[in-house]
């Protein structure tokens, strides 16, 4: 069985401030991992998606992802903090075949 | 062009009634999903069709009924509706279960 772990439900920054939301799984077989964006009141919006290419993995809006096999994490960074950046964000996990597995998701909050 | 479509946005119905929440998408996709997100976000999958056919049924009560007419639109029937059934429900589509999926808008559903 697949499952995901958000580490802080809540994250706050400052604008202009790096971001780093974790996110660490367990699989038994080479995982596909998601990050998906939720802003208020709309539906989840795909923001980087990893399938064993390149381990360091870019996605829109500046966001980038780190598979890390040995650490099993899978942390969403971001250089610079933008206000539009305040969502909620979620973890995913998936061995390619059933479903996806999501984390609890994580709020992230940014400071003027 | 709206890639994964739900109808209504918003439901608000009395305990005991029955209601159906609609969703097509136009991608093309063979694999259609029923999240249902409680109001602490937490995302729990209900049910996934692939090609029409059910493939996942999670642990969810008799009263909902989902029903693919064709591979294009999921729909989810809802009967005899209780207050615990208040959420936001989201359809999502996939070329292949387990890969990335792409969420609709979300249809809040409120019982009183």
């Known amino acids: 069985a697949q499952s995901v772990t958000q580490l802080g439900s809540h994250v706050s920054v400052s604008e202009g401030a790096l971001v780093l939301l974790r996110c660490n799984y367990s699989?038994?077989?080479?995982?596909?991992l998601f990050w998906y964006v939720q802003y208020p009141n709309q539906g989840l919006q795909l923001l980087l998606k990893?399938?064993?290419?390149?381990?360091l993995v870019k996605g829109i809006n500046g966001f980038e992802a780190e598979f890390k096999k040995s650490e099993t994490s899978f942390h969403l960074t971001k250089p610079s903090a933008h206000m539009s950046d305040a969502a909620e964000y979620f973890c995913?996990?998936?061995?390619?075949?059933?479903?996806?597995?999501f984390g609890q998701g994580t709020r992230l909050t940014i400071n003027p | 062009d709206t890639a994964v479509s739900q109808t209504p946005k918003y439901l608000v119905t009395q305990m005991g009634n029955d209601k159906s929440i609609k969703c097509e998408q136009n991608l093309g996709h063979d694999t259609m999903y029923w999240y249902k997100q409680d109001s602490k976000k937490f995302l729990k999958i209900m049910f996934s069709?692939?090609?029409?056919?059910?493939?996942i049924n999670e642990t969810v009560p008799n009263r909902f009924s989902p029903k693919s007419p064709d591979k294009a639109h999921l729909n989810l029937h809802i009967n005899s509706l209780e207050l615990g059934d208040s959420a936001v429900y989201f359809c999502?589509?996939?070329?292949?279960?387990?890969?990335?999926?792409?969420f609709g808008p979300g249809t809040r559903l409120t019982v009183t």
């Open positions: 069709y692939n090609n029409k056919e059910l493939i």
């Open positions: 990893y399938t064993s290419a390149a381990t």
């Open positions: 995913a996990v998936s061995d390619g075949a059933q479903k996806l597995v």
């Open positions: 999502a589509s996939s070329v292949l279960q387990g890969g990335e999926q792409y």
């Open positions: 699989s038994s077989v080479p995982p596909y």
